[in-house]
């Protein structure tokens, strides 16, 4: 049972499917935002499958982390899917603080991405994996924060699970002033997280080609494309289950992770790219200052 | 038809290699992203790096500088790559053919799939031969 989980329903197959479809809605809607007509609904398998029968060329040193990377980001992607829909799916069979693993786990995407560009010995790869780094740096802050409006809220919860009952119980977090605060950042680093425009400068393409991406070819760019579009669901789903799970049917679920999309897309073209001493100083400064006054306001019970 | 070339022909990912063109070609190849014939409706996108590329677009003429470089950024393609020669003087020389630092066409340097002529040749000239080359892909299965 638990191996259909982490590879078919909640896990791989199901979040990659539902990713790409999320993808593609994200690339026809910045098509028709441009007056264009955007790509067939297949699109993103048809890149997928394309990439998997194209040469893999590898650097000669650094190979085995060249080659791993990408498959360290996709398993922990993977588990995340499968912790986040199984603390829906079966409550008692989680675990005490498997919230603090989810942090944890959504971190490694990132980090995967450092190593492989640093692996590929590429002047425009490294260039992107310092953004990469500086970038992680500047998003993990108020993001850790937001979480931490959360179990403040909650009274100490840790528990995905826990969570969720509290919400179904005395309302979503996000109705309370705190919670607001925390959703709004908390959305802000989802974008930074999914390297979408304004903070995709590790993979900026008119000033580093493919920043990181650059000396991948064949399957591990497939790999790495994968895992970024299993985020585009991955991360709406955490935060809807420990934001705004007030009501946790299926349909309601399916209309709060589209508005959600939306609001990724929409800032996505929106915005223009910002340098990344733009985007520390804005995730450190205004963003971690309203953050801690949410911290303070859940501590007086706001 | 394998389902792997029928996903190539669905999702090209295209190189531009300006081998010192005249910047009109150049001009007319991004006025195929553009609204009016927005060719990512085919799934052609334009990618920053050659290792992420399935056709190769040279334009202009290569010479003593860009001539080696056309090479080197061919071997470096993740194969099966294409190459379209956009523009008379790669296919040619143009009015450049015979000149001293002109080092010949572009399929004396690379093996060329397509060819484009014009100058510069219409956006509809390109798709035209895009379509011609993935017409030659299916054929040959």
């Known amino acids: ?302 | 038809m394998n389902l792997k070339l029928k996903a190539l022909t669905k999702s090209i990912w295209v190189f531009h290699f300006a081998a010192s063109p005249c910047n009109n070609c150049d001009i007319e190849i991004l006025d195929l992203l553009t609204p009016r014939h927005d060719v990512e409706r085919f799934g052609i996108q334009l990618v920053g790096s050659i290792r992420h590329a399935d056709v190769l677009l040279v334009t202009g003429v290569p010479n003593r500088k860009t001539g080696p470089k056309l090479k080197e950024v061919y071997a470096q393609s993740p194969k099966p790559c294409f190459v379209v020669a956009i523009g008379s003087c790669a296919l040619g020389g143009c009015t450049f053919r015979g000149s001293y630092n002109v080092v010949g066409r572009v399929d004396e340097i690379i093996p060329v799939d397509a060819y484009v002529p014009g100058c510069p040749p219409k956006p509809e000239a390109m798709i035209m031969g895009i379509v011609k080359l993935l017409n030659s892909l299916k054929g040959k299965t």
């Not at chain 1, 919230?99 to 980090?111: F, H, Q």
């Not at chain 1, 709004?184 to 393409?205: H, N, R, W």
């Open chain 1, 1 to 302: 049972m638990i191996f259909f989980n982490y590879l078919i329903f909640p896990g791989f197959l199901f979040t990659a499917v539902v990713g790409m479809l999320a993808s593609w809605v994200d690339r026809k809607v910045t098509a028709r935002v441009q007056w264009r007509k955007g790509p067939p609904w297949y699109q993103n398998f048809a890149d997928f499958i394309k990439l998997l029968g194209k040469e893999v060329i590898v650097p000669k040193q650094g190979r085995f982390l060249f080659l791993i990377a990408p498959l360290l980001g996709l398993a922990s992607v993977t588990a995340v899917a499968t912790l986040l829909g199984r603390s829906f799916m079966y409550p008692a069979e989680s675990f005490l603080g498997d919230l603090i693993v989810v942090i944890y786990l959504l971190t490694i995407p990132a980090i995967a991405l450092i190593l492989g560009a640093s692996a590929s010995s590429n002047p425009l790869a490294s260039v992107g994996a310092s953004r990469e780094i500086k970038l992680v740096l500047s998003y993990e802050l108020p993001f850790i924060l937001a979480v931490a409006i959360v179990i403040l809220k909650s009274g100490g919860l840790i528990r995905i699970n826990d969570i969720i009952k509290y919400q179904m119980i005395s309302g979503s977090i996000l109705g309370s002033a705190s919670g607001a605060i925390a959703f709004v950042a908390a959305i802000l680093s989802m974008q930074a997280k999914l390297g979408y425009v304004p903070f995709d400068m590790s993979e900026a393409e008119q000033e580093i080609m493919a920043g990181a991406l650059i000396e991948y070819s064949g399957a591990p760019l497939a790999v790495f494309k994968l895992t970024k579009q299993m985020l585009l669901v991955v991360l709406p789903f955490f935060l809807i289950s420990i934001f705004w799970a007030h009501n946790p049917s299926t349909l309601w679920i399916v209309l709060k992770y589209v508005i959600l999309l939306v609001v990724i897309i929409l800032i996505k073209n929106t915005n223009p790219r910002v340098r990344i001493d733009q985007a520390t100083r804005f995730f450190w400064g205004p963003i971690t200052i309203a953050c801690i006054i949410g911290v303070i306001l859940a501590l007086i019970g706001y």
